[in-house]
């Protein structure tokens, strides 16, 4: 599997991102996908996660400003993030089928 984040950048508190990760990944379609991120002095962590089917489930720090979604003819991953505060800044890393893809910083800064 190899994956390639893209994205991040430098926002406002309250604005918005939208990451893609591009996964070249046989059969991609029957596999699981996510995103997470590591926050300064923090460990990595998962905070979004869709099924093949496309079943989301959230990180408590992320649900409701978060949103994930795949498109399966494209092997793509996305990740919609609204309402971004500082606490959500750090670098962030799609996951297909187990494996972690190198990370796009995000910066929620003014």
């Not at 918005?16 to 002095?41: D, E, I, M």
């Not at 494209?74 to 959500?88: G, I, P, R, W």
Request: proline share 3%; charged share 15%.
């Amino acid at each position: 599997v190899q994956l390639q984040a893209s994205g991040g950048g430098l926002v406002q508190p309250g604005g918005s991102l939208r990451l893609s990760c591009a996964a070249k990944a046989s059969r991609f379609q029957f596999v699981f996908a996510g995103w997470g991120r590591q926050t300064p002095g923090s460990q990595r962590e998962v905070v979004a996660q869709i099924t093949p089917d496309g079943v989301t489930n959230y990180a408590k720090s992320v649900k409701g400003r978060f949103t994930i979604s795949r498109d399966n003819a494209k092997n793509m991953v996305y990740l919609q993030m609204d309402s971004l505060s500082a606490e959500d800044t750090g670098i962030y890393y799609c996951k297909v089928a187990g494996t972690w893809g190198q990370g796009t910083q995000v910066t929620v800064s003014s």
